[in-house]
């Protein structure tokens, strides 16, 4: 059994198409406003269309996230140099893609490094964990049930639903009691909503600094 709402659905099955699609507006906008020319757009749209669906070729085989950062980054360097050097146009744009392009690079040969870029094999990206989600607490909202129950209940495989609801754990939006777990939706206040999301909200953007410095730890 399935509860995973049709526009879900739909957003995992065209995923790559949006992401292509996307990419190639942003290309268009890059070749528009920094007037290069079509051969060098060309060059840098290869490798950024590859980073573009290298996440999809990474899950399924389990590859390291760098070996989609550093060609990227690699490619928005080449991009940049190549317009300062050759095209008019915007260079504060161009300055843009040689500093986002080194970062990205960096951050790739730190994900090597560290081992922090490894992927299981098969792991599911966002949009399913998304998915996941929906489906494990709408199931819940039926009543309470363990991990087995879950697992009886849903098309989905038991690490997904594990996952699933370590991730609404973590949205304080259920809770567990004696290995079952419970919606907790109905059970709370807007004002405590309001205040958890505030707290997260502080949380991801207190941690972002440490993010974006983190590639620059391989020179410590």
Not at 40 to 59: C, N, Q, Y
Not at 143 to 151: H, R
């Amino acid at each position: 059994m399935s509860l995973q709402s049709r526009p879900i659905a739909l957003l995992r099955r065209y995923s790559l198409v949006l992401e292509l699609a996307g990419t190639a507006t942003g290309l268009l906008l890059v070749w528009y406003f920094t007037d290069i020319s079509a051969g060098g757009l060309a060059s840098a749209g290869i490798g950024i269309t590859a980073a573009t669906v290298f996440p999809h070729v990474r899950r399924r085989f389990g590859i390291n996230r760098g070996w989609g950062k550093v060609p990227l980054g690699l490619a928005l360097i080449g991009l940049g140099a190549y317009a300062l050097a050759v095209t008019g146009g915007n260079d504060v744009l161009k300055l843009v893609f040689l500093v986002v392009g080194a970062w990205l690079t960096l951050d790739g040969v730190y994900d090597f490094r560290s081992g922090a870029g490894r992927t299981e094999p098969g792991a599911p990206d966002a949009m399913d964990r998304f998915g996941d989600a929906a489906i494990v607490g709408q199931s819940l909202e039926d009543g309470p049930k363990s991990v087995a129950e879950l697992d009886d209940a849903l098309d989905l495989p038991r690490s997904r639903v594990e996952d699933a609801l370590d991730t609404l754990l973590d949205l304080d939006v259920i809770e567990r009691d004696d290995g079952r777990y419970a919606s907790r939706l109905d059970d709370r206040s807007l004002t405590d909503t309001l205040r958890n999301e505030r707290r997260r909200a502080h949380e991801r953007i207190g941690g972002l600094p440490d993010r974006i410095v983190r590639p620059f730890r391989l020179f410590t």
